[in-house]
């Protein structure tokens, strides 16, 4: 069982091995653990960019009605804006 139905027993994670242990990182300052856990997570560059980042604003309305659809929201507001866009090419 997990942590999202509830009850969480040891069975549910497996034991450790000592090679498990070999990059831990022991420290009573939680600024230092701060910053050595932010140059684990820092992710590369985009090998294959498919997509741009761009900063847009939607009407309420929009956001909302995308929104309510749960998660993976903005996949689908790609993927109608997509069907738009080959509906409606120039030429």
Do not use: I
């Amino acid at each position: 069982m997990n942590a999202k139905r509830g009850h969480v027993s040891a069975d549910d994670a497996p034991a450790t091995e000592p090679g498990d242990w070999d990059n831990a990182f022991v420290t009573h300052s939680a600024d230092e653990l701060r910053k050595v856990v932010a140059e684990r997570h820092t992710r590369g560059p985009n090998k294959n960019p498919t997509k741009e980042q761009v900063t847009v604003r939607y009407s309420p309305e929009v956001l909302a009605y995308f929104r309510a659809t749960g998660a993976g929201w903005q996949t689908r507001m790609d993927e109608v804006l997509r069907e738009y866009v080959s509906g409606h090419k120039a030429g």
